[in-house]
């Protein structure tokens, strides 16, 4: 298995490009299967997470074709993916491919809202937390799909189709919003959505669902309204920028010290992480095509900071704002509300020298003045790029073992940070 070896110290300078968001692109291609036409999506990262959704959906008998790359553009620009689900031969998601990853099960919606019937096998538990399915089932419910379970999938059935209902989340969820979103498009009648997520990867599929002939209104907000269509057909879409890139290289900078441009996103997709940045010291500008990150000097103030639904600060930033706080001056207490069990990054972040302890959904920090590199690891995504965050401000090297974590959610993180001075080379297997 591949691992990243780091030596830190250095501060980084430069520009990374930021790529299309990962947690946009996967219900945007699932939302393909909505219609027989062609939904072509720009700027689709180059992902271990895409190229697996890419055999599920092509396992339902979707056809894709990645366009070919135009002059001047690097394996860092996006891509471009034509889908087609003209041809759905299957509605049948298997485990073997679904536990690959939990975001797949979402296929559930559309096929049960277009064919009348999906047979999905139940995702499996998640290294950050028990990842129910039951809010996503109601909504397919209050949308008059029978829903059974099978040797572990979930069968979904309608005999005359989906039809609108009020579907109210007691709890935000982006999946359930997104599945509600989908098979409401699809259903008889008007449906109305409370209390949903107001995630920008809601808003970027409710976009180009109405591209798609979809008659939505209100995403964004806790209320949408969905009046459905009788079919839905082609669209051209563009993913928007990966917030969770972004803010995650934004903390990096904070870490090492140094001045970088993030291109190609958006400040507004993540104000209250940037607020809080803001908050430790580091200096953050809006820029009309991107962001610039910059902390010289002073050291990196400490903040508390509890993880919330969209607009509040993100739960897949908690850990890599924990790697920054291990060096704060003075003692941060960070709350995870979304995922009970998100601080396996702890006891790694500890390995290093960080001094963190739990006390209950609270993690404590109290900031050291130095880390040290090791051997670490980490069990996902998001944790391990913290560690990555920690290695780059740790004096010696760390070396990152499950690399293939990083590779799920983070495109070509070596040559973005090396090219702004970053000590960091993969070792392949
Ligand atoms: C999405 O997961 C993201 N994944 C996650 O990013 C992200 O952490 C999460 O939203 C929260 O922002 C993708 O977009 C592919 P939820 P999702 O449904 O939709 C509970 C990453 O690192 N819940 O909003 O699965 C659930 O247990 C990943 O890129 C139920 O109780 O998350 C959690 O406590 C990790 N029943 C809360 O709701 C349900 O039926 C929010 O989960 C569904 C969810």
Not at 158 to 175: A, H, Y
Not at 343 to 355: I, K, T
Request: proline letters at 4%; aromatic letters at 4%.
């Amino acid at each position: 298995m591949d691992r990243i070896h780091i030596t830190g110290g250095a501060p980084l300078h430069g520009e990374i490009p930021i790529s299309g968001a990962k947690n946009a692109a996967l219900p945007l291609m699932i939302a393909s299967l909505l219609t027989g036409e062609t939904v072509e999506l720009a700027n689709v990262p180059r992902l271990a997470d895409i190229a697996s959704l890419l055999r599920i959906l092509g396992n339902h008998g979707v056809d894709h074709m990645v366009v070919g790359k135009r002059p001047g553009q690097t394996t860092e620009t996006g891509q471009t993916i034509r889908l087609t689900a003209s041809n759905v031969i299957d509605t049948t998601a298997p485990y073997d491919l679904v536990s690959t990853m939990r975001a797949s099960f979402w296929v559930i919606a559309p096929l049960v809202a277009r064919f009348g019937e999906a047979k999905v096998s139940m995702p499996g538990g998640c290294a950050i937390g028990t990842r129910p399915v039951d809010l996503l089932l109601m909504a397919l419910e209050r949308l008059g799909a029978t829903i059974e379970i099978d040797g572990g999938y979930v069968v979904a059935r309608t005999r005359n189709g989906l039809r609108g209902g009020e579907i109210s989340f007691p709890k935000v969820t982006v999946g359930g919003t997104h599945v509600a979103l989908m098979a409401a498009s699809l259903a008889h009648g008007t449906t109305v959505i409370e209390n949903a997520a107001r995630e920008p990867e809601v808003v970027d599929l409710a976009a180009c669902l109405a591209r798609m002939g979809a008659r939505i209104e209100g995403a964004g907000t806790p209320r949408i309204v969905v009046e459905g269509v009788s079919r839905l057909g082609g669209a051209r879409h563009e993913v928007l920028p990966d917030r969770i890139e972004t803010g995650t290289y934004a903390m990096a900078v904070a870490m090492t010290g140094g001045d970088v441009v993030l291109r190609d996103t958006r400040a507004d997709l993540l104000h209250s992480a940037l607020d809080v940045l803001a908050t430790t010291g580091t200096e953050v500008t809006a820029l009309p095509d991107g962001i610039r990150v910059r902390r010289n000097g002073a050291g990196v103030a400490a903040v508390d900071v509890t993880t919330d639904p969209f607009p509040g600060f993100p739960t897949d930033l908690q850990a890599q704002f924990m790697a920054l706080m291990t060096k704060a001056q003075g003692q941060s207490r960070i709350r995870e509300t979304i995922f009970e069990n998100r601080f396996m990054h702890v006891q790694e972040l500890a390995r290093l020298g960080a001094r963190i302890r739990l006390e209950g959904d609270v993690a404590v920090v109290e900031g050291v003045d130095r880390l040290k590199g090791a051997p670490v690891m980490a069990t996902d995504l998001r944790a391990s790029v913290s560690l990555v965050i920690a290695g780059l401000a740790a004096e010696g090297e760390t070396v990152i073992n499950r690399v293939y974590h990083l590779d799920r959610g983070f495109e070509a993180l070596e040559a973005k940070l090396g090219r702004c001075g970053a000590a960091i080379r993969r070792e392949r297997a």
